[in-house]
């Protein structure tokens, strides 16, 4: 189903995940960390995979909306959820370029053009990032220690949407590729892809977009507060800010860092963050951290490989489970497809 070199990406993912999990273990004490798990409330877990499934849910709206938003109107939504939801299987390809998948199964379900959908997966990225950096900037204001980075991400990303809404400055830049010798041959691919981007990144569709991010990743962070609260940390409305907080901040670390679902980066910062403003110790954080990623991350893996799996027929373009009039003109199927050449 994978090409060799997306493979190969994805056995570095999982032997950078096994090399985090032993490390949080050794910095833990695996004796405390299994004596932890032992007394955790383990009935919690239906409530933090439901929120972890309200986070999905409505970010899986948020990428039908822009689908139709650039054109791609003809699939139902049950058929673009589960093209969202199956692109979660490549999540530990660095910096989730795995997740690109999504616009060549689009282009065998629905034979569009993968320029044009190619911005409702980038500027899904995008908003993510943009609704953790308002988020973790609100926990700025208690925990201003934490202000630059929260603030400079959000406003490097409030400035390239701006800028990208100034067209006749797009324009003149694609237009000057033109004359450049390894450039030329593909600006006219740029000029669809920047489009259909300021498209998504109108003030309406970034209100719709950046109101669903903030609320599902809220959620997320509310999965957070359970997981603390079900290792016996007191804690109110208090804790659960920290929680929130703590889970956008580490989630923006770990995109920033590029590495396979942010592996590293975001555990090293959750557990710090843990001790440094829930007082916790080394055990109770990095139990702690190991839950909430298992919930989140790990659990976002095994739904779409979950996915893929049940509508293989699908995801492979050979019609099984899907209606024959949208699989009509199907290209060639995903298994000759390279997600990491030019489209």
């Known amino acids: 189903m994978f090409n060799g070199n997306l493979r190969r990406k994805l056995v570095i993912g999982f032997g950078l995940a096994l090399a985090v999990f032993v490390g949080l273990i050794f910095y833990g004490d695996a004796r405390e ?24 849910f409505l970010r899986g709206i948020r990428f039908h909306y822009y689908l139709g938003q650039i054109g791609l109107k003809q699939i139902s939504f049950w058929t673009s959820f589960r093209v969202f939801i199956g692109g979660f299987a490549l999540t530990l390809t660095p910096g989730k370029v795995g997740e690109l998948v999504r616009v060549l199964w689009l282009k065998n379900l629905a034979n569009a053009d993968p320029i044009k959908l190619a911005p409702s997966t980038i500027v899904d990225r995008i908003i993510d990032g943009m609704a953790l950096a308002l988020l973790a900037t609100l926990g700025v204001l208690a925990y201003p220690q934490y202000w630059t980075v929260a603030v400079s991400i959000l406003a490097l990303i409030t400035a390239g949407i701006a800028l ?17 010798p390894l450039v030329s041959r593909f600006v006219h691919h740029l000029h669809t892809l920047y489009e259909n981007t300021r498209v998504l990144l109108s003030f309406k ?48 670390l770990g995109g920033v860092s590029s590495l396979p679902g942010g592996l590293g980066a975001a555990e090293v910062t959750m557990t710090g963050m843990l001790q440094a403003l829930a007082h ?47 699989m009509a003109s199907t290209t060639a199927p995903l298994r000759h497809l390279n997600p990491d050449e030019g489209w």
């Open 164 to 180: 990208l809404q100034i067209r006749p400055l797009a324009l003149a830049l694609l237009n000057g590729g033109e004359h450049l």
């Open 33 to 56: 960390m299994g004596r932890l798990l032992h007394n955790f409330q383990w009935s919690l877990v239906p409530a933090i995979l439901g929120l972890t499934l309200v986070n999905y």
């Open 205 to 252: 569709n970034l209100l719709v977009g950046l109101g669903l991010g903030l609320v599902s990743w809220s959620a997320e962070g509310l999965a957070f507060y359970l997981v603390l609260r079900g290792l016996g940390i007191n804690g109110g409305i208090d804790l659960a800010a920290i929680a929130v907080f703590i889970l956008a901040l580490g989630s923006i």
């Open 280 to 326: 916790l110790p080394e055990n109770s954080a990095a139990t702690a951290t190991l839950l909430i990623r298992f919930c989140t991350l790990w659990f976002a893996i095994l739904l779409g490989v979950l996915t893929i799996a049940i509508w293989r027929g699908m995801f492979l373009g050979t019609g099984q489970g899907e209606p024959k009039e949208d």
